[in-house]
Each structure stands twice: as C-alpha cells, then as structure tokens.
C-alpha cells in the first residue's frame, strides 16, 4: 500500500447515515448541506481559484447553488462522490474534494478538489486529499487514481507530487472544454502498492 497517506495519520474514518465521513487532524469531509453554499461559492466564483478548472468561475451564489445541489447527491457513488472540506472547529466549508468518472471493473478514478484562496499555503488541501486517497484505496479497494493536472498549476502539481503521484504524460491536448475553448492538462497517476517515489519525503 502506499505510504503517503496512511503512515501520516491523517484519517481516520467514520460513516455518518451511510456516508463516509472522513477525518483528519484539521479537517471534516462530510456531505455538503445547504449551509455550504457560502463556502462553497468562495471557491467556485473566485475567478484565481476556478482558472486551471474545467469549467468558469461561477458568476452568482444562485449558479454555485446549482453546483451545491449536484455535488449533494449521494447516489451514485459508483460513478462520483463528494465531500465538503470543512474546518473541524467550525464546521464551515472551505474546500471540496471528490472522486469522479469511477470504473469498478478497471479499479480506477479519477479525483478532483478545491480549497478556497484565503485557506491556501496550510497543507489543508494535501491533508484532505490524503484523506480522500486513502480511503479510495482501503474502502473501495481502488488500484490506480488519476490527477489531470494543467501543466501551469504548480501548487497542484506539489500537492500530488508529496502524495506520491507520479506523471506519466502530458500535456493530454484540449482534453476540457472550458467555456468555448479547450485546455490540456498532464496525467498524474498514483497505483496501489507502488514504493515511494524518490522525491517523497516525510
């Protein structure tokens, strides 16, 4: 298995009404609420935080709610699955992470996340996603996790990179449309059992 995640200690799992709830030592991942959308939109509708997304900023707290309600559902976590990034004293929502484009038979997926700009340089975002990592790899016994990453969006790249993440190609041209154009993006990828990577340090 893979070091990263696990020998840091940081989840520690519990299921809240059937839904895997994830802990770390700063952190809550826990289903998003109606309460979020405030958060949720710090992400979502800052334009420097949603550049290297594959979709525009949100122009309105009412299109971020529609974004809110979509990532609510927890219906199909065989295919998608998301959690609020939620600070552990407070419980509000400062980022969100997610699995999506889930194939059992192939054992993969693909993750996503955010965090809002005004809680970056902390190692929040490296926590949760190695929260989300581990349990993609224990629980739903994933064997390979992808990270499509823009080529410019280095803090990304960093945070991937110390979770022992690995690119193996790139740039994927005009893999996104975003708006009316496209962008490409590099393949990071993470395979259950592989040894640390040589620039992995504790």
């Known amino acids: 298995m893979v070091g990263a995640p696990r020998d840091r200690g940081l989840s520690v ?3 809240v009404n059937s839904f895997p709830a994830l802990a770390t030592k700063r ?18 509708g800052d334009e420097g935080a949603m550049r290297y ?15 809110l309600r979509y990532l609510a559902k ?19 929502c400062i980022g969100m992470v997610n699995y999506h ?26 926590e949760a996603v190695a929260a ?9 016994a994933v064997h390979r996790i992808e990270a499509l990453i823009h080529p410019d969006n280095v803090a ?3 945070l ?21 154009g496209y962008m490409s993006v590099m393949m990071y990828a993470l395979i259950a059992g592989d040894p640390p990577s040589p620039h992995h340090s504790s």
């Not at 109606?34 to 710090?42: F, I, P, S, T, V």
């Not at 065989?78 to 990034?85: F, G, P, S």
């Not at 997926?109 to 809002?116: C, Q, R, S, T």
């Not at 989300?132 to 739903?140: R, S």
């Open 132 to 140: 989300l990592v581990t349990y993609c790899l224990e629980d739903l």
């Open 13 to 15: 799992r519990k299921t």
């Open 156 to 158: 990304s790249i960093r």
């Open 74 to 92: 927890t219906t199909s976590p065989y295919d998608y699955l998301a959690w609020a990034v939620a600070d552990k004293r407070s419980d509000l």
């Open 53 to 67: 997304w594959n979709s525009p900023a949100c122009k309105s707290e009412a299109e971020t709610g529609r974004w």
């Open 101 to 126: 484009h889930r194939e059992a038979r192939n054992a993969r997926l693909e993750i996503g996340y955010i965090l809002a700009p005004g809680q970056q340089g902390r190692g929040l975002m490296t």
């Open 160 to 180: 991937v990179e110390r979770l022992d993440f690995r690119c193996e190609g790139g740039p994927l041209r005009d893999r996104w449309r975003r708006g009316e």
């Open 27 to 44: 952190l809550r991942l826990r289903p998003f609420a109606e309460r979020d959308l405030q958060g949720l939109h710090a992400c979502f």
